[in-house]
């Protein structure tokens, strides 16, 4: 193994840890919708409200990141050996 693919495995490793505690940490969303249509519940959101300053859009944004730098980092451990030969 080359230094490069230890490196990207450890980064995998860590970026895969903090995506798990960031998903677990985060609350689920409800399933409501049928009931929303049958009461005529509000189409605003506390988001769309709050343009994403709440605890939950910022854990969704992080985790959003870290999930794109996580495949970047999965892509250049696979490909940039293919390139050394």
């Known amino acids: 193994m080359t230094t490069l693919e230890i490196i990207g ?4 490793l860590v970026l ?3 995506i798990i505690i960031l998903c677990l940490s985060q609350e689920q969303k409800s ?3 049928m009931t929303a249509a049958l009461t005529g519940a509000s189409a605003d959101s506390f988001y769309g409200k ?7 859009a910022i854990l969704a944004k992080i985790t959003r990141t870290l999930s794109i ?4 980092v999965v892509l250049a451990v696979n490909i940039i050996p293919i390139f050394k030969k």
């Open 31 to 33: 399933q409501d919708s």
């Open 50 to 56: 709050n343009e994403g300053r709440t605890k939950e």
């Open 9 to 12: 495995g450890v980064a995998i």
């Open 69 to 72: 730098l996580l495949f970047a």
């Open 16 to 18: 895969s840890l903090i």
